[in-house]
């Protein structure tokens, strides 16, 4: 005979994200389940700095503050570990049981700086770790493959010349102006997605991120 006065386990969800253009997409998965639950949700990045120590660029600021607003106004709780010379797989799993986390959601990619986590065993690792917790892969494409999947249709934009960079914008103004189509990430509130321009007939993909364009290092 069924115990029936066993308690029903309450489900937690947390999201793991790493700087690169699909954190929002996952947050916006995360949230959508979280609510589904009516569970706590807890979006976490894993910094790969040794020792403590998170090395500073614009670009990362960007993400966590985006991340952070997102988490934010999905009722939600943003979290940043640093590795600490542990794999991230070993960091996500400390994290998720501390906040006694039920199911994750994570992102496997070929591209951008999340294949330092997915390359390799990763996700090998992670599911060894894991033990009792969910573990949901959300698999993200690369660009320009299926880039119609992955963000809203492209409409005619520029970047115009801001100080030391260029910043989106709806009309051409000053003397220094790209045209070209920008094609923004679906489930975000940012101007943040790809920029299209052609060059010498072959299409280029430029990174824009909270309307500024990102220049790879």
């Known amino acids: 005979m069924l115990d029936m006065n066993l308690e029903t386990k309450q489900e937690s ?11 929002q997409r996952l947050i916006q998965r ?16 894993v910094d790969a700095g040794s020792d403590g120590y998170q090395e500073y660029s614009p670009e990362k600021q960007l993400y966590l503050s985006g991340w952070a607003n997102q988490t934010k106004e999905a009722g939600g709780q943003f979290l940043t570990r640093s590795s600490g010379g542990k794999k991230p797989a070993q960091v996500i799993v400390e994290a998720a049981r501390e906040h006694q986390v039920t199911q994750i959601v994570i992102g496997q990619s070929t591209q951008t700086l999340w294949q330092e986590i997915t390359r390799g065993n990763f996700i090998n690792e992670l599911m060894e770790l894991v033990g009792t917790i969910d573990l949901h ?20 934009a520029y970047l115009v010349k801001t100080g030391s960079g260029y910043s989106l914008a709806e009309e051409p103004r000053g003397d220094e102006v790209l045209k070209g189509t920008f094609f923004r990430e679906l489930d975000t509130d940012f101007n943040t997605g790809l920029f299209k321009i052609v060059n010498n007939g072959e299409a280029q993909y430029l990174r824009i991120v909270q309307s500024e364009w990102v220049k790879p290092e």
């Open 137 to 156: 892969i959300v698999a993200v494409q690369r660009y320009p493959e299926l880039l119609e999947q992955t963000h809203e249709r492209g409409f005619t």
């Open 30 to 45: 995360g949230s959508e389940l979280a609510r589904k639950l009516q569970a706590p949700l807890v979006v976490l990045t």
């Open 13 to 23: 969800i947390m999201v793991c994200v790493h700087y690169g253009p699909h954190g």
